[in-house]
């Protein structure tokens, strides 16, 4: 995401940290994936006020723009754990975090944007104690359906890197082991007074190929635009029990214990 639609950014996480008011966990550390500056962070500052924040900060933002926008929200545990850019994942493909070391991972309109998400999803399980949460959202396949519906030259699209919808997603995370999956969508649905405002917020969705051109024909774009967004949040149970891959059963080591008279 880019700072024109730093809001959606904002209004997405408030929304996935409304779900997780029903929730019961007990959060010592959370990774934040990706970190942004947004008043979303008063929220963490006030529902995890003890935690250590472990982040991963969008491409673009500066470590000085991530502290004054804590220290702005008050967040008691600012010192507390460390910021890394999100390029050192890409780069790397890893966390740069221990083995079981969180017990949240947060993530806020990123998947979208990711090559493999089930790679991602594997470095969440990795990291995720036993017991921990992962909550996501994203954009599914029919953001922006309004701009793929016009004639064929009129706007030069491009897919989402990952057009998974919401089942391709219920099935990545039972397949990454991941347990009692909860998945659900919804549509948000943006109006426009102007070709200028709609194609800004398509070029920060990363919705558009090439600028679309200043001597273009007015009026053929629409006036709104449709977001879908999928929201979803899933267990880290039995991380070390038996896990089956290509119909092989495999043991934990630990599992095996001597049998006693």
């Not at 990774?31 to 250590?52: E, T, W």
């Amino acid at each position: 995401m880019t700072q024109p639609i730093r809001w959606l950014q904002d209004e997405i996480a408030d929304r996935m940290l409304q779900k997780l008011d029903i929730v019961k966990l007990d959060v010592k550390d959370v990774l934040i994936v990706p970190d942004f500056p947004g008043k979303h962070l008063a929220s963490f500052a006030k529902r995890y006020p003890n935690a250590n924040i472990y982040s991963l900060t969008e491409a673009g933002v500066s470590a000085v723009e991530m502290w004054r926008s804590k220290s702005l929200s008050q967040w008691r545990s600012l010192f507390k754990g460390n910021a890394k850019p999100f390029a050192a994942f890409q780069e790397k493909g890893k966390f740069d975090l221990p083995d079981s070391s969180v017990d949240l991972v947060f993530s806020d309109l990123l998947l979208q944007d990711l090559p493999d998400p089930r790679h991602f999803l594997q470095e969440c399980w990795r990291v995720l104690r036993e017991g921990g949460l992962i909550t996501f959202s994203y954009l599914g396949p029919d953001t922006g359906k309004e701009l793929r519906a016009l004639e064929p030259g009129t706007i030069h699209l491009k897919n989402l890197t990952s057009p998974w919808d919401m089942h391709d997603m219920g099935d990545a995370l039972l397949g990454e082991r991941f347990s009692d999956p909860v998945m659900d969508m919804e549509f948000i649905n943006l109006d426009y007074d102007s070709d200028a405002l709609l194609l800004i917020d398509a070029q920060a969705l990363k919705l558009l190929q090439l600028p679309y051109p200043q001597s273009s024909k007015k009026g053929v774009l629409p006036k709104k635009m449709t977001l879908e967004v999928v929201y979803g949040h899933s267990w880290v149970l039995g991380k070390h029990l038996s896990k089956v891959e290509d119909s092989i059963a495999y043991i934990d080591v630990k599992q095996i214990g001597r049998k006693t008279r």
